[in-house]
Every structure is written in structure tokens, then in C-alpha cells.
């Protein structure tokens, strides 16, 4: 009998441990940056985790991503979880959220979108999956061209 309860007591207390070891996991990865960045990246209502380095509201209420100027022609910069693309005076944009498991991309070169973790890459001109193992074309992101900048819509 005395085994029984050992062996019950030694259940229970793992039991415990998984279930606070969850709970931790759990509130560890809701509180990091990718998990508070990914809704807004995604066109949800949530805030970037990085607002502050996007600048203010430019005049027709969208906020300020960057200037037309300062995006090369032919390729693109990456602003507040956006990828801004030019081609000539178009300006368009995508998620740099990648769609595989939530990294950031960190590369516009050669017409292709680059995420660094397990390098998939996307079209600049489309946001389409190039090579993966990113399942899914990076979302679109509205934006308008105002006063030479470019502003989230």
C-alpha cells in the first residue's frame, strides 16, 4: 500500500509541474515582441511592437512608414513589420511577416523578399512564395502615396 501512494503522489506532483510549466510556456511566448507584432502585420488591429521607429500620422490619416525617396527603385525597405516595394513612381507592400512560422524578413534584393530563418524566399512585385518552405504568399499591406511619403492605410 505504501507504494501506491508514492507512486500517486509522485503522479500528482508531475502533473503539477506539467501544468505550471504549460501555463509558463504560455505567458512567456504571448509576451514576446513576434506574438504582440504579428496581428497588425497581418492587417489586424493590434499594435507593432515597434511603433515608435515608424514615425508619425502623415495628413491623410495613415501613418508614416517612410518617404518614396528613401526606397531604392527596383527594390524595397522594411519599416515597422512592412516591406515597402518601388518599381519607378508604384509603391506597394506586404507583410515581413514570413508565413512559414512568423520570422521576419530582413532582405529586398534581386526582385525576391528574403526571410533569414529557414530562407524562403517571396516576389517583391507579387509578396508570392518563390521557393519555401513558406506555405503561403506574404499578405498585402494597403498603403497610399501622399506628399512623397508613404503612409499605412
Do not use: W
Not at 38 to 43: D, I, S
Not at 72 to 86: Q, Y
Not at 109 to 132: L, N, R
Request: proline share 5%.
Amino acid at each position: 500500500m505504501s507504494g501506491d501512494a508514492v507512486s500517486r503522489r509522485a503522479a500528482l506532483g508531475a502533473a503539477g509541474v506539467v501544468v505550471v510549466g504549460g501555463v509558463a510556456g504560455y505567458v512567456a511566448g504571448r509576451n514576446t515582441d513576434a506574438a504582440k507584432a504579428t496581428p497588425a502585420a497581418y492587417g489586424g488591429s493590434g499594435t507593432p511592437a515597434s511603433s515608435a521607429a515608424a514615425g508619425s500620422s502623415g495628413t491623410s490619416g495613415g501613418k508614416k512608414l517612410t518617404t518614396v525617396a528613401a526606397i531604392p527603385d527596383g527594390g524595397g525597405v522594411i519599416v515597422d513589420h512592412v516591406v515597402v516595394i518601388r518599381s519607378g513612381q508604384d509603391v506597394h507592400a506586404f507583410s515581413a511577416i514570413c508565413t512559414h512560422q512568423g520570422c521576419e524578413v530582413d532582405k529586398v534584393s534581386d526582385g525576391k523578399i528574403k526571410c533569414p530563418c529557414h530562407f524562403s524566399v517571396f516576389a517583391a512585385s507579387t509578396g508570392a512564395v518563390v521557393s519555401g518552405p513558406a506555405p503561403s504568399p506574404l499578405p498585402k499591406v494597403a498603403v497610399t502615396v501622399s506628399n512623397g511619403e508613404v503612409l499605412r492605410a
